[in-house]
């Protein structure tokens, strides 16, 4: 599986842009996914609460995410280590 970063930039490079609105809602499309005999994913509430679980799992492991993460747990610690007197520099942008 690609990383979104990845994805995006392919995605791109061949010409998609936005994704178009779909036509049915994601209760809907969890619907379909439904195995009454599983308990996991036993009605469209637990379908898209795996996905949601799925999804997370993927954005946590993304290498850039993490690096994210760690760089503002550090400036967190050292902030609360160091005093509410200590200046510190802005929280890195996850916009870019």
């Avoid at 996905?51 to 993927?58: K, L, Q, T």
């Amino acid at each position: 599986m690609l990383p979104a970063a990845e994805l995006g930039h392919h995605m791109k490079s061949l010409g998609f842009g936005l994704p178009p609105t779909p036509s049915e809602g994601p209760e809907a499309v969890a619907a379909r996914f439904v195995r009454p005999g599983v308990a996991e994913v036993a009605t469209p509430e637990r379908v898209l609460a795996a996905v949601r679980s799925m999804c997370a799992i993927e954005i946590a492991c993304e290498p850039r995410i993490k690096a994210i993460m760690r760089e503002a747990y550090v400036l967190l610690m050292t902030t609360i280590h160091m005093g509410s007197k200590t200046k510190h520099r802005d929280p890195p942008c996850v916009c870019s």
